[in-house]
């Protein structure tokens, strides 16, 4: 004999539970998660939101499991209807309710429901930094008491930061200018917060961030100042060289040339006899030289003050701007040809070149 899975009584040979215990169950999830909306809305106390599950718990045969899976459900909602601006009042709703619903901080937030709420609250008020709203210092005590209730890993918070950062940077960007204000804005930005505008994950290359990064980079540069950065370069550095961009998955091509002989034969063919032939004259050729562009590899091009390098397992290149004698730019790379008679054509693909010659137009070589 089977065992109903929700009463424990007998359910028959082939059956593992009664229609009208599922029923009671199925019920008492409704009654659960309409609870939960209500509680969020103002609708009904703490307390009766704690009895009310307690009841079905007792009645409707719920588990942690269930009021896991309802409490998640129920706040996904409250995450996608909730609007700026943001209250103390909605931070102490989801503290109590935490308490309230009795079952593990983790059991709710398996899918990242907390996770999303806790992001959206924090970048409503990074938000409110970036239009003048708020002064970071307070957005920063706000962001910490959000992230005390509803926690997030470094790695989520670095993300966000980056996000909002970004947003940020292409609402200052409408105009194709940056003012003096929102410049500052951005430094004590990605100052308070450890972040670079220079030295991003890939998929920031090329964004906002790094296009106000660039600017505010030219701006040192036409003032007579080497700008100080983190990124660090594989390779051994001069003496007051430092770093000032670097580009990921850059695939670097080496001009060579490849020598043949062509030509033919003057003369007459004898046969003597079946199978063997005789020629007589002499072979007449000269050597050709074909260049071609031979794939040397991929890796990171970092651009100094100095040097053009470029690092990968398969080889190191350096490059310095006083042997540079031309520069053909290119709508993903550009060529690059050096002093010297033996010296080949190099050509760097994968990143727009307009702001390295921008870069090599300020620096003095």
Known sequence: MGQCKYCGEDAGLFSHVHK????????GIIALEDGIRRYFRDDIKGSELKQLSQNLRQQNFLTD???????????????????????SHQLDL????INIIGVPYQSINVNGSLDKLSQKMVRGFLAEYFTGQKPMQRVMQISQQIMAVMPLSDNQKYDMYLFMLNQAAENYMKDGLLTDDEEKRIDEYTFMLGL???NLPAKYQGSEISRIGQIKMIKQL???IIPQTNITA?????????VLWSYDGVTMWQEKIK????????GFTFRIVKGVNYRTGS?????VEHSYMDNVGTGTLYITNKHIIFHSSERSVKIPYKKIIGLNPYQDGMGVQQDGANAKKLVFQGFDCSFVMNIMSFISV
């Open 20 to 27: 009208e215990c599922e029923e009671k169950h199925h019920q």
């Open 65 to 87: 499991p269930d009021a896991a899976i309802s409490s998640a459900k129920c706040i996904d909602e409250y995450t996608q209807n909730s609007r700026w601006p943001f209250h």
């Open 94 to 97: 989801i503290r109590d309710y």
């Open 196 to 198: 670079s505008t220079n």
């Open 222 to 224: 036409q003032r007579g």
């Open 234 to 242: 594989p390779i051994l550095l001069g003496k007051d060289e430092a």
């Open 259 to 266: 020598k043949e002989f062509v030509g033919g034969h003057s």
């Open 283 to 287: 072979f007449m050729g000269h050597p």
